[in-house]
Nanobody, 126 residues
Framework: QVQLVESGGGLVQTGGSLRLSCVGSGRTVRDYVQAWFRQAPGKEREFVAS????????DYVDSVRGRFTISGDSAKNTAYLQMNSLKPEDTAVYYC???????????????????WGQGTQVTVSS
């Protein structure tokens, strides 16, 4: 089992940037698909981005494609989410998640992930 701890959230103006970090401890995260989800007040948890550690392939929700970049440093067991050109609609609690048996075609389904971090708040002011 792996444990995840996020950091890097905060308050930023529209058009600004933030970088979130997710540090994994315990079992190496290289065996996992790692993803970022977000949840705004009154809304369901939404997939943001994912990375498959064994292949390096990434996926994004359309609303962040071209603005956000997910990456990882396997030596540090850490995944990152670089967020640029932030918009007020990006405001949410961002969660890091890891799944060891994510089914093909289900990478955006939060139920596929068995380990979650505590979340970090991102607030974008207009």
């Amino acid at each position: 089992q792996v444990q995840l701890v996020e950091s890097g959230g905060g308050l930023v103006q529209t058009g600004g940037s933030l970088r979130l970090s997710c540090v994994g401890s315990g079992r190496t995260v290289r065996d996992y698909v790692q993803a970022w989800f977000r949840q705004a007040p009154g809304k369901e948890r939404e997939f943001v981005a994912s990375i498959k550690w064994n292949s390096g392939s990434t996926d994004y929700v359309d609303s962040v494609r071209g603005r956000f970049t997910i990456s990882g440093d396997s030596a540090k067991n850490t995944a990152y989410l670089q967020m640029n050109s932030l918009k007020p609609e990006d405001t949410a609690v961002y969660y890091c998640a890891a799944g060891v048996r994510v089914m093909y075609g289900r990478i955006k389904d939060p139920l596929q992930y068995d380990t979650w971090g505590q979340g970090t708040q991102v607030t974008v002011s207009s």
